[in-house]
């Protein structure tokens, strides 16, 4: 008779209060814009603590969006760009992850992004911050995530002409996310 483990599976959840989502684009070809969404959700599953098999799935609230500008934000909450009403989440679940050599603490995260209803595949390269014991017995670890991706690929095409012979509004958009991550409580127990 042979004895076969199943598994062990832990659950992370997303801790929205210290994880930051963060992107970036060049405004009138001369400055960058920044920007963050405070509605993150998710998950991580890891099988056997083994961070390589994780099964990623984030949800993102449109409406959460902040660049300092109330304007500018009520703009990219309408039909020009991501249209909250219609598309009030920016969902990510990754495929697969793939270690970085030479680097046992990196990895590239590569998954489906969905925005504006459009899903692309993009990669995410990420960093695994550590993990600890929070004061109240929680077990937690942290990851910090960087990407590119053509907003124009998700539809986000609206733009204007300058004199200059630029745009206003870069198709480039930079991504960065921290992510604190906290086990489920009968897991973190364990």
Known sequence: MSSTLSPVTTT??????????????????????????????????VPDGDFL??????RIGVDSIDTREPQ???????????????FPAIE???????????????YVVVGDLTIHGVVREVSL???????TRDPWGGKRTGFSLEGRFNRADF?????????????????????????????NAQQAAA
């Not at 994880?19 to 920044?34: D, G, K, N, Y």
Request: glycine share 6%.
């Open 92 to 106: 990510f679940r990754s495929r697969r992850i793939e270690p970085v050599s030479n680097r046992p603490d990196r």
């Open 125 to 131: 390269t990420a960093t695994s911050e550590g993990s």
């Open 53 to 58: 098999r994780a099964e990623i799935e984030a």
């Open 155 to 183: 539809g986000l095409t609206w733009n204007q002409l300058l004199e200059s012979g630029g745009v206003l509004v870069s198709d480039e958009v930079k991504v960065s996310i921290d992510a604190e991550l906290v086990a």
């Open 72 to 86: 500018r934000d009520a703009h990219l909450k309408s039909p020009d760009f991501f249209d909250a009403a219609q």
């Open 12 to 45: 992370w959840s997303i801790d929205p209060s210290h994880t930051q989502v963060e992107f970036a684009v060049r405004h009138l070809m001369i400055s960058t814009v920044r920007g963050r969404f405070s509605d993150v959700r998710g998950t991580v599953r």
